[in-house]
């Protein structure tokens, strides 16, 4: 079955650019997105078809994605940028698949 | 505003049945494909089943194949997800997610409904 593998948490300073990563087997043959989830909410699309961000998404949002790695960048972190982040992909073998999710904390 | 709601999430015993349904607001419903996705307390988000917009076409992940049954009204605005036999392991958060017109990811969600599974 396709895997999605993330980091469990990555760390950043307010003002500053977080990357977070998720890799799986020939991912840029696919089209990857990203959900943002905050504690006891739903989750929300920041990110579609590897970089387009859908209406109402602050810039500072964006996305790539290449060879086995898919990147959500977060430029000019915020306190309410804090939340889980998960990369999802769509395989004809196993359908949606998301990653294993990676929490981001703004110190 | 597209708003989906969803209701039916309980306490159930293992073995168990449930039926779980989310009633739609502010698009074309009939026009989407739709999902259901669960999330098990503390851990990352799973594909549970979709349906296409007329019912032709249905899919499930392997664990709840069998067990699981989506279904939609679209005179109702209605997605639908019955359960049964459930288990300890499907318990879960389950949101109701439209998809986009790619069918590849989910552009809006709702606020989700608790399943537990417990004796």
């Known amino acids: 079955s396709y895997e999605l593998t993330q980091p469990p948490s990555v760390s950043v300073s307010p003002g500053q650019t977080a990357s977070i990563t998720c890799s799986g087997d020939?991912?840029?043959?696919?089209?990857a997105c990203w959900y943002q989830q905050k504690p006891g909410q739903s989750p929300v699309l920041v990110i579609y078809?590897?970089?387009k961000r859908p209406s109402g998404i602050p810039e500072r949002f964006s996305g790539s994605n290449s060879g086995n790695t898919a990147t959500l960048t977060i430029s000019g972190t915020q306190a309410m940028d804090e939340a889980d982040y998960y990369c999802?992909?769509?395989?004809?073998?196993?359908?949606?698949?998301f990653g294993t999710g990676t929490k981001v904390t703004v110190l | 505003e597209v708003q989906l709601v969803e209701s039916g999430g309980d306490l159930v015993q293992p073995g168990g049945s449930l039926r779980l349904s989310c009633v739609d607001s502010?698009?074309?419903?009939?026009?989407?494909?739709m999902s259901w996705v669960r999330q098990a307390p503390g851990k990352g988000l799973e594909w549970v089943a979709n349906?296409?917009?007329?019912?032709?076409?249905?899919y499930y992940v392997d664990s709840v194949k069998g067990r699981f049954t989506i279904s939609r009204d679209n005179a109702k605005n209605s997605l639908y997800l019955q359960m049964s036999s459930l288990r300890a392991e499907d318990t879960a958060v389950y949101y109701c997610?439209?998809?986009?017109?790619?069918?590849?990811?989910?552009?809006?969600w709702g606020q989700g409904t608790l399943v537990t599974v417990s004796s």
């Open positions: 997610a439209r998809q986009d017109g790619s069918v590849s990811y989910f552009d809006f």
């Open positions: 502010g698009f074309t419903f009939s026009s989407y494909w």
């Open positions: 349906i296409r917009q007329d019912e032709s076409e249905k």
């Open positions: 020939n991912l840029g043959d696919k089209k």
């Open positions: 078809q590897n970089s």
């Open positions: 999802q992909a769509w395989d004809i073998s196993t359908f949606y698949v």
